[in-house]
């Protein structure tokens, strides 16, 4: 029994060791609930430099802080959404935009998936055409002479 009560007690500790350790929540004060509004859709857009596919206002990474600090200092300062955004991918590159811009360098990522589509409904297509064409063709002289002969065989008493 105190070998139970003593795991349970260490298990609890580390528990708690882990919430202490895993930082504090960072608390932004808005005085109006669009720009709260613009704050956690900006964060949530913006992918952390260090982490792996992970938004900032997720990551505890220090550079994600940093980057909070600036998108909260930029809006507090009546900065437009893109203009934020654009702030960003100055300093760190495309790769923080979870929705990168449509460029020349970005053409086939947006127009790929579009462009498998309708490859697919081509496909589909063609299919479809192919498998009604071969089940409507008419029989052959001999396949109409071997169907024959095996439904007379049938008759025959």
């Given amino acids: 029994m105190a070998v139970i ?4 007690t260490g ?17 932004r004060e808005f005085d109006d609930p669009v720009m709260e509004q613009r704050y956690r859709s900006l964060t949530a857009s913006l992918r952390c430099p260090t982490c792996e596919n992970q938004a900032i206002n997720d990551s505890d990474a220090p550079v ?9 200092e930029m809006l507090m300062a009546d900065r437009a959404d ?13 790769y923080v935009l979870y ?11 947006w127009g790929l998936p ?12 063609l299919v479809v055409r192919a ?19 095996l439904i007379n065989r049938g008759r025959t008493p």
Avoid: C
């Avoid at 579009?114 to 297509?125: D, E, H, M, T």
């Fill in 99 to 109: 929705n990168p811009r449509l460029e020349g360098r970005t053409y086939l990522l």
């Fill in 5 to 8: 009560r003593l795991t349970l």
């Fill in 114 to 125: 579009a462009g498998l589509v309708v490859l697919g409904g081509i496909l589909v297509v």
């Fill in 11 to 27: 298990f609890l500790l580390l528990l708690m060791a882990g919430m202490v350790h895993a930082g504090a929540i960072e608390v």
């Fill in 131 to 149: 498998r009604r064409n071969a089940s409507a063709r008419a029989l052959s002289v001999e396949e109409r002479a071997r169907l024959d002969a």
């Fill in 82 to 94: 893109m203009e934020i955004r654009d702030h960003m991918v100055e300093r760190f590159g495309n």
């Fill in 64 to 72: 994600s802080r940093d980057m909070r600090d600036r998108v909260y």
